[in-house]
């Protein structure tokens, strides 16, 4: 039996310090879908461990290439239709824990999970993601000329 996911994950909001841009992926089973970092978390895992996990995962960096911070922001929104089945029967809402990473330099990415990637400038990264939770965390986390 394949077990369903944790209807908990992590959102982690790239972003280069020297550039002020964000890094957004292109998910391989939506086109269109633009997204930032995001996991769900396994058995027995924090946000943080998820976090830490899926920035390997999906980018290659690691927690020390930058400043990951738990931003203590927890948003629920409802799961998408085309995801439903992904988790245990009924449920309909995911609990999603906000992370920002900043690192100095914008880095050379290793795609795993994503057909592209770009960094952008806060407000075209907020109107490319696809989710208004991905958006808002964008808009109040991600510093311009700093």
């Not at 930058?66 to 029967?89: E, S, T």
């Not at 907020?126 to 991905?134: C, G, L, R, V």
Request: hydrophobic residues 35%.
């Amino acid at each position: 039996m394949v077990s369903k996911k944790r209807p908990e994950s992590a959102l982690i909001i790239i972003y280069a310090k020297s550039t002020s841009r964000v890094l957004l992926m292109e998910r391989k089973d939506w086109p269109g879908f633009w997204q930032s970092v995001t996991g769900s978390l396994e058995p027995g895992e924090t946000p943080e461990q998820a976090a830490k996990r899926e920035l390997n995962e999906e980018t290659g960096l690691q927690a020390t290439d930058g400043l990951l911070v738990d931003r203590k922001q927890i948003n629920q929104y409802q799961i998408f239709d085309a995801f439903l089945h992904k988790y245990p029967p009924g449920q309909k809402t995911n609990k999603e824990y906000v992370f920002t990473f900043e690192l100095d330099t914008e880095k050379d990415i290793k795609m795993t999970e994503h057909t592209d990637m770009c960094w952008l400038p806060k407000a075209d990264a907020i109107e490319k993601a696809f989710t208004q939770t991905d958006k808002k965390a964008i808009e109040d986390w991600v510093q311009e000329g700093t």
